[in-house]
């Protein structure tokens, strides 16, 4: 069971999204509340696996309450402003319910959510194998495809997507970027921009705001120039050349 809060200071709002969990057999509501505060009170007593976010509230938006608190469960963001999409979707947000909700957009909704809850549990399940050091899971049109570190050659974030990209094939999943990093901790990748991850063996050459793959060209941004620069480059080469 997936298990749910619903945060919205409109209490028909939140009955609404109360009831249709309700009907979908894989959700549990475990808590609802008006405020991010609230919400924080929640998660610091019950196990919450997603969160059902209303961006207009008093006191504190949803949109800053995701951009001020780290390790949150899954959100799915309810508003009646369809200008917020773009700005909660780069906040790894896995949906966007726009108000009214329907039933039929509700379980478009929960469907993909439970497609990625059952991707972090298998892969949960996996990082224990022992056979889990070359490769690991993710899944890809509706099924889990194997993947070895060695033929990664980048991953790209596209919205609350990944695609990455190895010498044959580009496999695209519904999970944030930052669930992949966590994959590739310690296996010789690097963060060269909020949306990408390279493989550092891969890396034929650098310039000052990219790094060559082949003929795929992956942005360093200003955040994480100094951090490529110390992980790929020897001291002497970087430190030498004024340039970079």
Request: hydrophobic share 40%.
């Amino acid at each position: 069971m997936i298990k749910c809060v619903v945060i919205d200071d409109e209490p028909l709002a939140r009955e609404c999204i109360n009831n249709y969990i309700a009907e979908i057999g894989f959700l549990e509501q475990v808590g609802e509340g008006n405020s991010p505060v609230e919400l924080t009170n929640i998660l610091n007593q019950k196990k919450v696996d997603l969160i059902f976010l209303d961006i207009q509230m008093p006191v504190i938006n949803g949109i800053d309450f995701l951009k001020i608190t780290s390790n949150l469960p899954m959100v799915i963001l309810t508003t009646a402003y369809p200008s917020y999409a773009l700005e909660g979707f780069d906040l790894d947000v896995l949906d966007y319910l726009l108000k009214p909700v329907t039933l039929k957009r509700f379980i478009k909704a929960a469907n993909k959510a439970n497609d990625f809850f059952q991707l972090q549990n298998t892969s949960g399940q996996l990082v224990s194998d022992k056979y889990t050091e070359d490769y690991f899971f993710i899944k890809c049109d509706h099924k889990f495809e194997k993947i070895y570190f060695r033929d990664i050659l980048f991953v790209q974030a596209l919205q609350n997507y990944v695609s990455i990209h190895t010498y044959d094939r580009k496999y695209i999943s519904l999970l944030p970027l930052k669930s992949v990093e966590e994959k590739l901790k310690d296996k010789n990748f690097i963060r060269t921009h909020k949306s990408y991850i390279v493989s550092i063996p891969k890396i034929d050459s650098i310039e000052s705001h990219e790094v060559l793959i082949g003929s795929d060209s992956i942005p360093i941004s200003r955040n994480y120039r100094k951090e490529v620069k110390e992980k790929v480059l020897s001291d002497k080469l970087w430190k030498n050349d004024t340039n970079y």
